[in-house]
């Protein structure tokens, strides 16, 4: 797919990637990152088919067979338990006149899939096996006609697919996910909760922003988190392609806690909370005893939907689970309110970017500079 941009948003491209100020004397992106159409459509052939793409998780598909189906930015796909066991993906897309095979975000056990529209069957391992009315398979091309697979990277419990061009040599970076994640005991008797999702009238950047302010938010937004968080503790360290924010709770320090305030309480947050933030739209948060993971799908310049997948570690009575979720989705609607809030302003046509504040807002730059090595590629 061929993007064109427009000529000041290349020029003012070019200009940001020749003067590539400090940090603190930095602004932040121009307006168009956030709200033009063409942009949004360049990014995802830039960002998004450029980068490993977070799309489920192994624990969905235990036996031969499970599958899930998904689709990002017109990009239908299937991931499947395959017969020998392995996990596999494929474009949702049959290739004898391209109808999507299985509904799409749909899941389930399957034997083989067959295209509703004129019986073509595939195997698990994407190979055609059967065309109605078109004779004995011997002899003709079938291999050709396999579904287009996907490559696909298992880290931790995670399944990350890479939709553009693949080369050989992406099979081996896996500086996308964050070393300290492949503890396995992290992820060791987490069972899942639930899913959550919200859909934001904002860039998918605005959010992801907002979650890269180093903490800078929370006070003002969230009155019951904030009641918890230490903030002197506050820290958080930038890689290459990810960053870990990290803070330490007021648990235990009976005089810090807000007494006033019912909206947050210790035992969800526990000791301490880590936020992992993968490039360019995956987040993993680990606090007390629960995970949870933040997956943002773009689906327009000013629209996105973020999925909150909910896990515990260990046992979880009923009224901490409701009492804990009902925290958390506070903060969803905290931070979903001030996305749309951002979002306006940026389309307003009389916003000019400003600065970053130093104390807090590095991790939100290095996610910008990163996106802009991306756009030049
Ligand atoms: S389009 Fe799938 S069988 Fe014809
Ligand atoms: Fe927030």
């Known amino acids: ?49 450029k980068s490993w793409q977070f ?3 192994v624990d969905q598909l235990l036996h031969k067979g499970d599958y899930f189906s998904g689709e990002l930015l017109g990009l239908p796909y299937i991931v499947v338990k395959s017969e020998d066991e392995g996990l596999r993906a494929y474009y949702n897309i049959c290739s004898h ?17 067959q295209c509703p529209y004129h019986g073509w ?46 080369k050989e040599k992406e099979r081996d970076k896996d ?34 922003d907002n979650y890269l ?31 870990i924010q990290r803070c330490l709770s007021k648990g235990g320090d009976e005089k810090n806690f807000k007494k006033d305030s019912d909206l947050d309480f210790p035992e969800r ?9 993968m490039y360019p739209n995956f987040m993993v948060n680990i ?28 046992k979880l009575n009923d009224d901490l689970k409701q009492k804990s979720l009902r925290a958390s989705f506070k903060v969803q609607e905290e931070d979903t309110v001030i996305c749309e809030r951002v979002q306006k302003g940026l389309a307003s046509g009389v916003y000019n970017p400003g600065p970053y504040v130093p104390k807090y807002e590095y991790p939100m730059f290095s996610f910008h500079q990163k996106l802009l090595s991306s756009y030049q590629r």
């Not at 606090?287 to 260990?314: A, H, S």
């Open 287 to 314: 606090y007390g005893q629960w995970i949870d993971t933040n997956w943002v799908r773009p689906i327009k310049e000013n629209e996105c939907i973020v999925y909150f997948d909910y896990f515990y570690r260990g």
């Open 1 to 49: 797919m061929v993007v064109v941009l427009a000529e000041n948003h290349k020029v003012a491209l070019k200009k940001r990637q020749r003067e590539m100020p400090s940090f603190e004397e930095a602004i932040t992106p121009e307006v168009f990152w956030y709200t033009d159409p063409a942009f949004f459509n360049f990014e995802k052939e830039a960002v998004f088919k």
């Open 269 to 277: 947050v526990g000791k301490s909370a880590r936020y992992f933030w």
């Open 55 to 57: 799309v489920g998780r």
């Open 175 to 208: 500086d996308f996910f964050p070393i300290e994640l492949l503890d396995e005991s992290i992820f060791k008797n987490m069972a899942f909760v639930g899913r959550f999702s919200y859909e934001i009238k904002c860039n998918w950047k605005v959010f992801v």
């Open 121 to 166: 069957t595939y195997g698990l391992k994407g190979e055609l096996n059967k065309i109605p009315g078109g004779g004995s398979l011997k002899g003709l091309s079938v291999k050709s006609l396999g579904l287009k697979e996907i490559p696909l990277k298992v880290k931790g419990p995670f399944i990350f697919l890479y939709f553009g061009n693949f």
């Open 97 to 113: 006149h391209a109808s999507l095979i299985v509904d799409e975000e749909s899941s389930g056990r399957k034997d083989c899939f």
């Open 213 to 243: 302010d180093g903490g800078y938010h929370i006070p003002w937004m969230h009155p019951g988190l904030s009641g918890q968080v230490n903030f002197d503790s506050y820290h958080t360290d930038v890689y290459e392609n990810y960053s």
